[in-house]
């Protein structure tokens, strides 16, 4: 493939023999050991093989012979030493060991000879036998009598090492040598070297990482997934650069830590002039300092906040960057004395985001709590960046780019130009104002979050900033950064950065084009995402992990789910929040690698939907909540007691009504009504128009309604109604 891409660039060949040189030259040499064959010779040569080439190609013998010095010099440009190999070869010859090396291959022995020097210089005094030199090869056992007869040997003691069953043991164990089968270090399952050069090259550096380097699956994940997925992006982020003229890349932690040593990598070995800087930073220090105290603002904060991981009081807490004690003064009445760590349902959770949302006190508290925070962020990007110009960018991994909507707010206060951030992958689009956002792969990649988990960092999330000396520094939560070293950070580090020195020495030594290979991100990624082989998974599976910063404690990435855990989730509960349940973060990755976890997930999800699934499920749930069977919308008795109003008569609000009529209710009295209430009365319901609310006493208004949209616009006309928000709840 390298000669072919050579005889492509050359423009000295015809069409079809550049465009198709890798198959051809692969035939010759089958013609050619076909011809030997039927002379009874064992071998061939490297010039019997260009003679077979010449008569499939129209060349000239000037063309063939450069061709010839061609594969040569490609031979002595990308030979690599196995260094395990090389030591002991050492350690022989220091021990006075007579050694000798022998080789079935078409080249001849002074190529060779030439070929090991170049890696070091024990070779060049140690014999070499090689079968094209003599018509003969060791598969057949000729190879060893010519170098027993040479050498003055005998077979028995001699301990001959190779790797081939069929050339070096079961030749040289018939003719009473000792043989020593060496493993050599293979392929992997999901590497498949495609007929494509850089296929080979990458699956190359790999495999020599390996080979060379710790034996171990962090190594591997390092050399064999990560750097093929990772490389490719960060090189095209260095090629994009220096075509936009950007010259300082502003690397954002954590994500940030991995890709830029990969840039570092790259960047020297190519010359770029680009300068790398490390920011730390995450959306806990950056989000909240950048709001502006509008409701707008507000409700984008909560829109990307993961709002399905808030569990209770605490955790929403930790979302507006407060104590419990110092949220609860805002909370209504009856939350106001709830323990932080009570489960929230859904409905109190949304129905708290909303009364939060219309409260004009509370995100006033919120941006008066920032100000200090802001003003230290400020002061930390003026050190750090230089803004003097609009040749800069930030590199990030993968996400929404609303994290980086909020730094483009706080830079503004110190720079008004084009802020460009570089992506992975965006999970949105994004509008480009101040901010431009410059994306690697516009698609989707399945499983796309375990990217974060290829880009960790010796150590935790930015928490907030601290003044120290005249400095301001970084405050890291500490964790999580000390499990993650633990679990092998460095050595996958070493293996990452090996597979990019490998991969630049090859397109440098070879002076290949570098294209930006994207199609092996897909296909690498499929494999951690979709197949991995059992060793991957596990790798991926026990992770430390902390999404977002939240948790209290470091929890695994996705341990293997049990089936009580399964059968709660998928038959009994069916809930969306499998947190409340299952322990690690991602379970839908726990069920991707375990094909007996998804068939019983399956089985309870199937079991669920027959008859006695349903009688059992609606059963239980009826004796637990009183929830009749076949309930569509249901609504938690304790929002239907004392005097209530249901805002809206469609199905969730008739369900609503019709429940509040249970004695299990204990409703005292019922409002309900519509904007759409004459349309109704005349249908026979009994719907009253809003304004009727302004001459009730209640203790709740429920707003059963479906569409965002139209509970914003509900939630705006009670606030205007002068409706306390900590009276109204969301279905």
Known sequence: MLMQESVKRSGMYGIFLADNFYELRIGAEKLARAHASSQSRQEVTLDEIYEALSTISCMTEEQREELKSLEIELEYRNVLGITENINYIRKLVSQGEHIVLISDMYLGESIIRHMLEQVDSVFKKIPIYVSSDYGVTKETGGLFRIVKDKERVDYTDWIHFGDSEYADV????????????????????????????????????????????????????????????????????????????????????????????????????????????????????????????????????????????????????????????????????????????????????????????????????????????????????????????????????????????????????????????????????????????????????????????????????????????????????????????????????????????????????NDLPYAVEIKIVREYMCVVAERPPKRIADYFCHMPFSSGGRQRSIIEFAPPVTKKQIRRIYFWESVDNFRRIYQGDTLDYALAVSLEAMRYKEKCQAYRKKRIGRWLVEGTRYLRTRQKPGTVYFCPWKFLRGHIVIYGAGKVGQAYAKQASQRYAKCDSLLWVDSNYTRLQAEGFDIKSPEEIKNHSFDRIIVAIHNEEAKREIGKRLQEMGIEAGKVYYA
């Open 170 to 509: 079961r030749p040289a164990v018939k003719l009473g040598i000792k043989s020593m089968k060496l493993m050599p270090e293979a392929i992997k399952e999901y590497e498949q070297p495609q007929s494509d050069l850089y296929h080979q090259l990458s699956i190359g550096a790999s495999r020599y990482v390996r080979m060379t380097g710790e034996k171990s699956v962090v190594s591997e994940v390092g050399s064999s997934l990560a750097g093929p997925i990772l490389y490719p992006y960060v090189k095209w982020v260095l090629q994009e650069s220096v075509a936009k003229e950007i010259n300082r890349l502003y690397f954002i932690a954590r994500d940030g830590w991995i890709l830029q040593q990969i840039a570092d990598v790259i960047i020297q070995a190519e010359r770029y002039p680009i300068q790398t800087h490390y920011i730390y930073g995450s959306r806990k220090a950056w989000r909240l300092p950048s709001y502006d105290g509008s409701q707008a603002d507000f409700d984008r904060v909560l829109r990307w906040s993961n709002m399905s991981e808030v569990l209770c009081l605490n955790d929403l807490a930790i979302i507006f960057r407060l104590g419990t004690d110092e949220l609860r003064p805002f909370l209504s009445g009856e939350y106001k004395g709830r323990s932080g760590e009570q489960e929230l349902t859904g409905v109190e959770r949304e129905s708290l985001c909303r009364q939060l949302s219309v409260n004009v006190s509370f995100r006033n508290f919120l941006v008066e709590k920032q100000k200090e925070n802001r003003r230290i962020l400020i002061k930390y990007l003026q050190q750090e960046m230089d803004v003097s110009d609009d040749k800069f960018a930030f590199v990030e991994l993968s996400g929404t780019g609303f994290t980086q909507k909020c730094l483009a707010g706080i830079i503004g206060d110190f720079y008004q130009g084009e802020i460009k951030n570089f992506y992975f992958k965006m999970d949105s689009i994004q509008e480009n104002g101040q901010c431009k956002f410059i994306n690697f792969y516009p698609s989707s990649l399945q499983r796309s979050y375990m990217l974060e988990l290829f880009c960790r960092a010796p150590h935790g999330q930015t928490e907030s900033y601290v003044e120290k000396d005249g400095c301001v520094l970084p405050v890291l939560e500490s964790s999580e950064g000390e499990q993650t070293r633990l679990y092998g950070l460095e050595r996958y580090k070493d293996a990452v950065l090996a597979y990019v020195e490998q991969m630049e020495h090859i397109y440098g030594s």
